[in-house]
Every structure is written in C-alpha cells, then in structure tokens.
C-alpha cells in the first residue's frame, strides 16, 4: 500500500512514500503465534517456580535469570544491564482506628512502599476526600500534624471532571501540607488491600504510608462526621541499595541498524501475589515477540531490541537506568520509538504519543483486520505516565504500545493485591498481544521512513501541558520547565 506522509527534518519538507507491504509477514506472525506461541506456558512456569518478581529480592533475581535464559533459548544475543536501585520490602505494619487514645482497633492495612523504615505514629485523623490540593485547600491546613485519610481514585458523587492523581502524588501532597501520615482507602470492595509505591521518586518518604480496605475506609469517613477519630500506624521494612539488571535481548538490524526500535514491559512485580497480570502478561508477550521474530526468521531494517525492566514497581527504575547509560554512552539518539507493554492483554487498536503517526499504524492495522475481524483498528494517541514509557517520553522520544483492549476475568480489581494470579490470565487474549504487537514492532522495524522524531524542547513542554501533565510532573519533580 501506499502512503503519504509530509516531513520535516532539519527545517526542511520531505515527501516520503512509504511501500509499506508487510501483509506477508503479518500472515506468517499470525500463523505462528497461534500455533506456537509460549507466553502462557512461560507465565505459568515462573508463577510456579519463582513467584513474585520484587526487585531486589532473590526472586526477582531468579525472573532475571528465567528471561535471560528464555531469550538465550530463543537464538538471542542477550545481556544484562545492571542498575543500583534502593530495594523496599515490608517487616511489620499495624494500624490501629478509633473515637479515643483508650479505644484503638486494628483495621487490616498493608504497608505502601518506601514508607519509613521505622515508624510509629499517633495522631487525629483528617478527612481529606480525593487528596488533591483543592481538598487540602478545604482543610485550611488542619492536616498539619495529623494523619491524612485519602480515597484511592475519585471519590463516587465527586463533580465531574475531578481529576485523580496517582498514590504517590497524593502522598506527596500530603507531606506536603505537614501531615505526619497517610491513610488511603482502596476502591475495591471486599476488603481487598492494594500495594505500591507511595513516593514520586522511588525513594524513602518521610512518613508512613498504608492502605486500607474500602469497607473500613468509608465507614471511617462516615465516623468521622459525627465525632473526631485518630489512628495509630506501625510499621518496620527495609531500605537498602542492592543491584538488578534489565534483561535486553538484541536484533539487529540490516539497513538502518543504528536506529533502534524497543520494544518494552517490567518484569517485576509487587510480593503480595505472582503478579500474573501486572506484568506477566505484558513482560512475557515481549519474550513471546522476540521468540516469533527467530522462529520466522524476519529481518528487520532497524534493530530491535526487546527489554524486560526491573524497579518500575518501585519508580521506574529499570526504564530511567537505561535513559542515563545510552545518554552517558551517547546512544540515546538511536532510539526512534519506544513500544510498552504493562498489562497490555487483547488490544483492538494501536496506541501512540504522536498524532503522526495514525496513518502508519491504521494502514498496517487495516491489514490486520483482514487476518482477524477482532482487531478493530482502534487508534489513539495522548500522554500518560506511570510506566516504562513515561522516562521515554519526557525525552521526547515517540512511545506506543496497544490500544482497546481490557484486562481479562475483571482482574483489574486485584491490581497490585494478593489477588493477582495466574487464574486470572486469559490464553487467547495473551496471544492477541502477542500477535498484533509482534506485527507493529515489525512495521516500525521495517517501514521506510518514521514520520516523528524526537520532539523539541518547545514542543515537549506543549504536548505535556495540552495532556494535563503538568501538575503531577510538578508534584513529582520531574517537570523541567520554569522550575
């Protein structure tokens, strides 16, 4: 098929026809994973004979070894890249609720990451709704020495348009406004307590952060209008700089090989559960990829790479590592695109940073669609963060991944939870990742010319301010601009 794209590279206007004719190859990726695909035989392997993949821990070492050696089975050049990252890991945690000093009860809470490595906490417990600085603007700076009681999400009946932040954030406001800890209430029912990082940076915070069941959360919110309440939080873990390793599996590429195509999920996971869909589905579709590329021998113009993260559970490390050693190697340049995949499972679409690129991904998605009526050929493009792609993306590198798809058996309810198992992975909507995310990696590969490189700085600050990033940037000190 033919496409036209304007381009302008260096001030100057080209006129690139792309003879994009990859039907062929999209067929034989379809045919193969279909047939052959091992993702949810690998997935279920390591679920059973490692477990959780928390970075630092001796399992998450044993699912850097698992990779390496998968890849290495698959016919891969494969290294590791070694990180120093500050390891978190919970001990104890008690959090006591009531009316009075003399009247505390446990209320069941987990401890979130990078919490203090010890602390113990009394104070009165201040109703702060969604977190969020109009919530504290409210409290009129009543939380001052209390502890904090935030809901996870957007509280149900809140005005429409109330935007949420992420746990982090919410936790950095909260320090922020002089609150001694922090309370957040998960918005599962059934008492179901989620994990994760309560720090921007993925450092230690300076005071505790717990989560706890929706149930008590809101029966806490609905006491708190009648009489005051306080709370008591506990808690010991360990903080220390250990080493992980991003595990890279290479293609090179035969034309352009100094221009790379990643191709990205994290490997670790939080030690509640196996971490099944957050992110075995998207980590273990990336090896699938790599494995269908060998076993159909395609070449590829522009190298591959094919990388599995560590530490992005605990702040995006693995991704930020990898930024800093291609820029102090000077390769950062070489970097084109970057696709990721966390808890990516059966998308109908493609998904991109750059307006740019629709007619490039819709063209090769139109001829997915003749091979399988359940691609739908979605297409979307924006700005997120709080995964791989976002230190990709705040270099103004193009990022992707799929689009339209949803998590499988309404598991998006034991995210980051000791819910998270392998029970929860659908087989077939494992090999659709696979398959339709193999085929994109195969077009950018392969494609003529990319119609985006990376944005300017100019550019960059419009793109995240026009996405409503700006803000949580802010919070989280990430954003570069009139600091």
């Not at 695909?37 to 997935?43: E, P």
């Not at 006491?223 to 390793?245: D, H, V």
């Not at 075995?280 to 522009?302: C, E, Q």
């Not at 990516?344 to 493609?350: I, M, Q, S, V």
């Amino acid at each position: 098929m033919k496409i036209l794209f304007s381009l302008f590279f260096a001030g100057l206007a080209v006129s690139v026809h792309a003879q994009d004719n990859f039907g062929k190859a999209f067929s034989q990726i379809n045919a193969d994973v279909q047939e052959h695909s091992k993702a949810y035989g690998t997935l279920k392997s390591a679920t059973e004979t490692i477990g959780h993949r928390l970075t630092g821990s001796a399992n998450g070492a044993k699912a850097e070894a698992y990779a390496f050696n998968l890849f290495k089975s698959y016919g891969y050049d494969v290294r590791y890249q070694p990180f120093e990252v500050e390891s978190w890991s919970r001990i104890s945690n008690e959090t006591k609720v009531g009316n009075g000093a003399g009247s505390l009860k446990v209320v069941p809470s987990v401890a979130l990451a990078h919490s203090p490595v010890k602390s113990a906490v009394s104070a009165g417990l201040v109703d702060l709704g969604n977190g969020l600085e109009s919530d504290y603007a409210k409290d009129a700076g009543l939380v001052k020495g209390k502890i904090a009681l935030v809901y996870l999400g957007v509280l149900p009946g809140s005005p429409a348009g109330t935007a949420s932040l992420h746990r982090s954030e919410k936790t950095a406001l909260a320090i922020s406004h002089g609150a001694v800890g922090i309370i957040i209430i998960n918005g599962v029912k059934g008492g179901v307590l989620l994990t994760g990082t309560a720090s921007v940076t993925g450092k230690l915070i300076s005071i505790p952060a717990v989560c706890i069941g929706l149930e008590d959360g809101m029966r806490l919110k609905e006491e708190l209008k009648s009489k005051p309440q306080f709370a008591s939080l506990t808690m010991t873990n360990f903080s220390g700089m250990i080493k992980a390793r991003n595990v890279i599996a290479t293609l090179k590429g035969d034309s352009l090989p100094d221009e790379k195509i990643l191709v990205g999920g994290h490997l670790d996971s939080w030690d509640l559960a196996t971490g099944a869909i957050d992110n075995g589905i998207g980590s273990f579709a990336v090896m699938d990829m790599a494995r269908s590329f060998k076993a159909l021998k395609l070449k590829t113009k522009r190298t591959v790479e094919f990388i599995l993260f560590m530490g992005e559970e605990q702040g995006l490390l693995g991704s930020k590592a990898y930024i800093a050693q291609a820029e102090k190697k000077g390769d950062l340049g070489k970097v084109k695109f970057m696709l990721n995949y966390d808890m990516t499972n059966d998308p109908k679409g493609f998904a991109t940073s750059r307006a740019e690129m629709k007619g490039l991904f819709t063209s090769w998605g139109e001829e997915i669609v003749k091979i399988d009526t359940g691609f739908k050929n979605v297409f979307v493009f924006g700005a997120w963060l709080h995964s791989d792609h976002q230190p990709f993306m705040l270099e103004g590198i193009p990022t992707g991944g799929g689009a339209g798809g949803e998590l499988p058996n309404h598991s998006g309810q034991f995210y980051h939870s000791d819910g998270d198992s392998f029970k929860l992975v659908d087989e077939q909507g494992l090999k659709n990742t696979v398959r339709f995310s193999a085929m994109l990696t195969y077009g950018l590969a392969n494609t003529g010319v990319l119609p985006v490189g990376k944005q300017s700085d100019e550019d960059l600050k419009g793109f995240l301010r026009a996405n409503k990033l700006e803000e949580p940037l802010r919070i989280a000190g990430e954003w570069k601009w009139d600091k």
